[in-house]
């Protein structure tokens, strides 16, 4: 559900600890919204992820998992994940904090409810790198404030050449990624939108795309234009 390999977008923007600390947007008048983006292993969405965060006229908001694994050295307190006690994550759990959580070898790994909360209310966007559970469980508990969109390699073919171009993996670890892939690929109906990734720019320019329309949806927008369209009929 969090694999670590994708975890290299950690601290490429704010992160949803900060809420505190975030002025609101000048559109406040809109609730913010989780953009969740999946794909399988070598797809391009830890580049893609990057990208956006990297923007900041989107001014994206990365949220940051808890997880009870262990610290690695090259891994900072709540950059890359906040590290937390199994007593700590069984607490969050129970007691329904957690907009979405899962056990991965041992390890327990979860998305805080309360720093996307803060964020989605002062018309943030937050953005999630997660997978078909994770997502599933999102929706579950919030599922209007959900975009999803799944990133589709181009083929199987170019799938496999990307993970052995990474030279990070053997052979059966590659082989077993692909399988993982397949398996994720027969969901790609259960996402709001899809993208064939075969070239950077141009998924990225789509995604670009899919947030400023999603921003200015009815529905977003109550509040904000409501109070507009209320003053503009009291002119004529």
Known sequence: MHPDEDRATQGTGRNADDANDLPRRKDAGRRGFMLILSSPSGAGKTTLTRMLLQTKELDLTLSISVTTRPRRSSEVDGIHYTFITRKQFEALRDGGELLEWAE???????????????????????????????????????????????ILPPSMKELR????????????????????????????????????????????????????????????????????????????
């Open 104 to 150: 991965v070898h041992g390890n327990c790994y979860g998305t805080p409810r309360e720093p996307v909360e803060k964020v989605l209310a002062q018309g943030r966007d937050v953005l999630f790198d997660i997978d078909y559970q994770g997502t599933q469980q999102v929706k579950q508990k919030t599922a209007e404030d959900v975009v999803t969109i799944f």
């Open 161 to 236: 050449a990307r993970l052995e171009r990474r030279a990070e993996d053997p052979p059966e670890v590659i082989a077993k990624r692909l399988e993982n892939a397949r398996n994720e690929i027969l969901r790609w109906t259960q996402y709001d939108y899809v993208l064939v990734n075969r070239d950077l720019q141009t998924t990225f320019s789509d995604l670009f795309a899919i947030l400023t329309a999603e921003r200015r949806r009815a529905v977003r927008l109550k509040a904000g234009i409501g109070a507009f369209v209320e003053e503009l009929l009291r002119e004529s």
